[in-house]
């Protein structure tokens, strides 16, 4: 989560960008300390989601204020909710006849039904689901009511973070099942709802309750009151004696807590490498020349290989440059975790995926030129192109092969080769995974290396984009575009004046520097992580120290 200084009633107040995982309210903004410059967590939510379901109770004016403004801002976002509503609950007639002409305007993009409960003790969960044009999705479940303007949020504790798959898929269901059992807005009576309030009771119970809430106000001495004290930077808490500590729960440093947040920007990538189109070349039997294809004797071991192309050289080399590209593409949009581990940003996967369809269509319009709509025809015009080459190899080598049975096979294995080639996508496919920091080690595992691998990537990437001059060569996207997308660690490299070259290179020796010292993983990232936050001098006197010892 991170903030900014905004102007409120004339005052300059820190506000806070919700980022998850959090906690709504945070306790910066309970003391005072920030606000949200949304309102309410859900409305950040909803300003890049595509989709929005769920269940939230007492919906009156504010939260249906809330549902318009999110709706006019981002015309893309689609919204099922159900409301329920339990005897004096705040929501009101009025407020379910402007949902109802608000879901009559909206039409598809927003429905709501409505779930009554029988007793004033009656409180369903406010659970709801998001999901963002990134492809990601997030849960936020809580007790605060309309859509985060709950009267009182002190002692509401609503959680948002990134779910997995296998959870919301628990969530949909259970949200379907409710949705079946609910009313619609437009059945007769659904939205005539009483307008009850809850008794005063009695003189004698107020008193007693009063007397309980001194008696809990004066039980602890002076001496024994803790104050916590938050940091309106990083939002720590301290308190004398922490309850956390003292269960064995060790806190998070904000450097780890950063770390893990970034592996949360982004997914693993990864090839799939049983849908890539096999070479357009063919492989050739060597038993058809009388040969074996490996022969060991002892510790020596003889293979033998052969191919036949009816492609040009030249022709050959463009479609395999584009059928192959998509390793060089990888690694310019992701970044390396381990070998053959990759981690891309959500912000570089449009950019990188537009990339693909490009090389592909590139691919595939070279080999429509080259086919003529026609591989067949193709194929069967190289017969006697083929039928030279077999038999001027089978002249070399002293054998009769260009038979017309295995002139047959080679051109059906072509046939079936390149046919599937212009009929199926040139290049494969590729999967995104969730990837997350685990702050746990033992003898055989640490998480430093890895994340030292990811961190020393991310700040090599603008630098050597910056003095790399082949660095863009191939690509068609626009480098502004991906040197943004790549930065989610808020580099401070983008906020020096057109990145000057001297100090991308000045910066990219300080960081060779640091991964050749003896320096163990994690202080190597910590250093990684000050030149990312334009601390170079910093990093480079510590460097310097651990080099003289």
Not at 105 to 120: E, F, M, Q
Not at 456 to 480: C, N, Q, S
Request: charged share 30%.
């Amino acid at each position: 989560m991170t903030s900014r200084t905004e102007p409120l009633n004339g005052q300059h107040v820190l506000s806070l960008q919700p980022e998850p995982p959090f906690l709504w309210p945070d306790p910066r903004v309970l003391e005072g300390l920030h606000t949200y410059p949304g309102g309410t967590a859900v409305e950040q939510l909803c300003t890049s989601a595509e989709a929005m379901f769920g269940v939230v109770t007492a919906l009156t004016g504010s939260g249906i204020d809330l549902l318009e403004s999110v709706f006019e801002s981002n015309p893309s976002l689609r919204c099922r909710l159900v409301v329920s509503v339990y005897p004096t609950c705040r929501t009101a007639e009025h407020d379910l006849d402007r949902l109802r002409d608000l879901v009559r305007l909206l039409g598809s993009r927003l429905d709501a039904r409505v779930r009554p409960y029988r007793n004033v003790t009656d409180r369903p969960t406010n659970a709801l689901c998001f999901k963002d044009t990134s492809g990601g999705t997030y849960l936020a479940i809580g007790p605060t009511e309309n859509l985060g303007h709950d009267d009182v949020p002190d002692g509401k504790v609503d959680f948002v973070f990134r779910a997995e798959a296998a959870l919301v898929e628990r969530f949909r269901r259970y949200f379907d099942w409710l949705w079946a059992g609910s009313t619609q807005l437009e059945s007769a009576g659904a939205i005539q709802i009483p307008a009850l309030v809850l008794p005063e009771g009695t003189a004698e119970g107020q008193e007693a309750w009063d007397r309980y809430l001194a008696a809990c106000s004066t039980t602890t001495t002076i001496e024994d009151q803790q104050h916590a004290t938050v940091d309106p930077h990083t939002g720590e808490v301290t308190v004398e004696e922490s309850a956390s500590e003292e269960i064995g729960i060790e806190k998070l440093d904000p450097f780890t807590d950063e770390v893990a947040r970034i592996y949360s920007r982004g997914s693993l990538v990864s090839i799939d490498k049983y849908g890539r189109t096999p070479p357009l070349d063919a492989p050739l039997n060597p038993a058809w020349f009388g040969d074996e294809a490996e022969i060991q004797r002892g510790a020596i071991t003889r293979k033998v290989t052969m191919r036949i192309s009816i492609i040009s050289e030249a022709r050959l080399k463009e479609i395999e440059k584009r059928r192959k590209g998509i390793r060089t593409l990888l690694n310019r949009f992701s970044l390396g975790l381990a070998d053959n581990m990759r981690w891309i940003p959500s912000a570089a996967q449009p950019l990188f995926e537009a990339e693909l369809h490009r090389l592909n269509e590139e691919g595939r319009g070279l080999l429509e030129e080259l086919f003529n709509g026609d591989v067949a025809a193709f194929v069967s015009g190289k017969r006697d192109s083929v039928t030279r080459d077999l038999k001027a190899m089978s002249e070399e080598l002293g054998r009769d092969v260009a038979r017309e049975d295995v002139i047959d096979q080679v051109l059906s294995s072509f046939n079936r080769r390149l046919t599937n080639a212009v009929t199926g996508s040139l290049l494969p496919s590729v999967t995104y995974s969730a990837v997350v920091f685990r702050l746990c080690s033992s003898a055989c595992s640490s998480p430093w290396e890895q994340a030292y691998s990811f961190l020393r990537d991310l700040a090599r990437f603008p630098r050597k984009a910056m003095t790399d001059p082949f660095f863009m060569r191939g690509l068609k996207v626009d480098e502004e575009a991906l040197l943004r997308a790549m930065d989610v660690a808020d580099d401070a490299l983008h906020s020096a004046k057109g990145m000057p070259k001297s100090r991308c290179t000045d910066e990219l020796e300080l960081l060779d520097r640091i991964h050749e010292s003896r320096l163990d993983p994690e202080r190597r990232c910590r250093l990684v992580f000050q030149v990312l936050r334009g601390q170079v001098e910093d990093a480079r006197a510590i460097v310097e120290a651990a080099g003289s010892e």
